[in-house]
């Protein structure tokens, strides 16, 4: 009888790490080192940043396509907008990723180009995890601009396209 009852026993769900079907809000922040060339002239720059941005992770890899709004504030506010595409080593805890993305300063320049970046994430929960990377960009306009800098976040996750 007891062999009858452990086997009708429902085994508990093993956590899921993956994010197939995930829809995330992503929260970070970090530094951003740089040069503004105008003119003939370049003119370097460090700065603080605060990113919020959304990702979405519709195909069965689990990798995401985010879209992310940075503020920065050397002395006046600073925007730019970038998103692309994240992609993920591994479905476990632990991962190291990728982003290509295409990079939009809006505000007081206007400049556009790519965005690379490297990073590593800890998945502490199946819906919330910590990430940290380092990311170049460069941007074409006037002025032009060469930047690279460390950043660190949150991601909040839900499977709401499962």
């Not at 922040?29 to 003119?39: K, M, Q």
């Not at 006046?76 to 907008?81: I, K, N, P």
């Not at 819906?127 to 460069?138: E, P, S």
């Amino acid at each position: 009888m007891s062999i009858v009852l452990t086997a009708c026993t429902a085994a508990p769900a093993a956590e899921r790490f993956d994010h197939r079907g995930a829809v995330g809000l992503l929260l970070g922040g970090g530094v951003e080192v740089g040069e503004l060339v105008h003119g003939g002239q370049f003119d370097e720059y460090s700065r603080g940043i605060v990113d919020l941005g959304i990702s979405v992770a519709p195909t069965s890899d689990g990798n995401e396509y985010k879209l992310v709004v940075e503020a920065a504030k050397p002395g006046s506010l600073e925007w730019l907008v970038y998103g692309g595409y994240r992609g993920y080593f591994g479905e476990d805890r632990w991962k190291t990723f990728f982003d290509l993305d295409a990079a939009v300063d809006v505000r007081p320049n206007f400049t556009v180009g790519p965005r690379l970046a490297l990073g590593v994430q800890y998945d502490f929960h199946p819906l919330m995890g910590l990430f940290a990377g380092v990311a170049a960009r460069i941007g074409i306009g006037s002025p032009s601009r060469f930047a690279a800098g460390a950043f660190a976040g949150f991601q909040l996750r839900s499977y709401l396209l499962q």
